[in-house]
């Protein structure tokens, strides 16, 4: 099931940023430096009381933006309607009520959808400011002080975004269904691919890039067995994304990530590997998903006996980061290769979801340590006690150790190998829990 979303709307220099940060318990400002790993700042999972969702900070004031204050405003407010199924009002008890606070109010009264106003900057603990009782005047029910840089009220805020969100009641799909994000840069071919499939005009088409705004699903039953396809818009890289509503389109991208067993990644042919594409990837590997790249408009590059191989070759030293990934050649246009298409998302998707027994784990353990010994260091060395799989979608391993700090990256990366090699767990990432004797 897709995670609902709550928004933190409000004028400027009212603390949004700020509360965003407290709420996910990070400061996402700080992008890692990690190859194939994307971080924006305009969203993030968090979780509370068993209760995932995803938070959404609508940014304020864009700086390339010409339009004066209270439309840009007005703008910000109706996106944030659009895609959240909660709304956090925040407001601000030193500057006290103003008139865009109220604009927005108004606005979220007509929504029709649960509103909170959150009055941040309540730094003081204590008996209650009289300036914050102005802000019932806002007609949206009990505010909630807050103190977004102490921390002060947040879980009463989040207890109370808590009461809106609704019940997991799972996906519309049935288990027999495997959903597929179709995930890439924009016009890659996405929505193309996905009306060759369905045989219709299911999704706009079009070359201007950004096309598609929203993730659309597309049920496809064929002799490969049932999917759900969704098509999202594409994901540019950060610097381009000046349009708010193409930020709401990126958001729902990754949403859409989130709701897939399987994520499709789709590059163009002629152009080649780019750097976003290692991003867009990234981000389903950091899911822990099921992967696929489909390499589109084949049909367009000039080929020779040897194409094919090189390209191969190529996209293999491109996507090192993923190197469990398969690809397959294929044309939108022609509909070539979409048959091999769909064996690799169902081959890939059971891979995902392989369970393997505690006796054969440990059976290959035995034999990749006696070829080749675990790490020591000043004279103490690496034991691994024995190993079990914990959990799949992805495949995650849990290591009984003596030492976790000699349980070297390279070490791991030697064991994964095997696994691999002997397992087969292509198309997936693994996941390693690395567990001393006597932790909980």
């Known amino acids: 099931m897709a995670k609902p979303v709550v928004a933190v709307v409000g004028r400027p220099n009212v603390g949004k940023s700020t509360l965003f940060n407290k709420l996910i318990g990070q400061r996402l400002s ?10 924006d700042r305009i969203y993030a999972p968090c979780e509370w009381c068993g209760k995932e969702f995803m938070l959404v900070d609508t940014g304020g004031i864009e700086p390339q933006s010409d339009d004066v204050i209270l439309s840009q405003m007005r703008r910000q407010a109706e996106l944030a309607i659009q895609s959240a199924q909660v709304i956090l009002l925040v407001v601000d008890l030193q500057a006290g009520l103003t008139a865009t606070d109220e604009e927005v109010a108004v606005m979220m009264q007509k929504s029709g959808k649960p509103v909170i106003v959150c009055v941040n900057k309540c730094d003081s603990l204590g008996e209650t400011p009289a300036e914050f009782y102005e802000f019932y005047n806002l007609g949206l029910g009990d505010p909630i002080a807050v103190s977004s840089v102490h921390g002060h009220g947040t879980g009463d805020l989040l207890d109370a975004v808590c009461q809106y969100l609704p019940e997991d009641a799972g996906d519309d799909y049935g288990e027999e269904y495997i959903k597929v994000a179709v995930i890439g840069k924009p016009n890659v071919g996405k929505s193309s691919l996905i009306n060759k499939i369905a045989g219709e005009e299911r999704v706009i088409v079009s070359d201007i890039a950004g096309t598609t705004r929203d993730a659309v699903d597309t049920v496809v039953d064929n002799e490969k067995g049932k999917f759900v396809l969704i098509d999202t818009a594409g994901i540019r890289r950060k610097s381009r994304v000046f349009e708010n509503i193409e930020r709401y389109s990126v958001l729902r991208a990754y949403m859409a990530v989130d709701r897939a067993q399987v994520c499709v990644i789709v590059i163009d042919a002629v152009e080649g590997f780019t750097e976003q594409d290692s991003k867009i990837a990234g981000y389903a590997h950091e899911q822990g998903k099921a992967c696929v790249v489909a390499v589109n408009k084949w049909d367009a590059v000039e080929k020779d006996g040897r194409t094919m191989q090189e390209m191969r070759k190529k996209l293999e030293n491109d996507f090192s980061f993923m190197s469990y990934v398969p690809f397959v050649f294929i044309s939108a246009k022609t509909g070539q290769r979409l048959d091999k298409l769909f064996e690799l998302i169902r081959y890939v998707d059971q891979q995902n979801a392989m369970r393997i027994s505690t006796g054969m784990l440990n059976d290959l353990l035995a034999q990749a340590t006696a070829r080749v010994q675990p790490p020591s260091d000043k004279g103490k060395r690496l034991k691994i006690f024995y ?18 700090a000699l349980f070297h990256f390279s070490y791991q990366r030697y064991l994964e190998n095997q696994i691999r090699q002997t397992f087969g767990l292509e198309g997936t990432p693994i996941r390693f829990v690395i567990r001393e004797r006597g932790d909980k």
Do not use: K, L
């Not at 700080?30 to 971080?39: H, K, N, Y």
């Not at 190993?387 to 976790?404: G, H, K, L, Y």
């Open 30 to 39: 700080i992008i890692e430096d990690t190859p194939g790993v994307t971080r």
């Open 387 to 404: 190993m079990t799989q914990a959990s799949t979608r992805p495949p995650t391993f849990v290591f009984f150790v003596n030492n976790a």
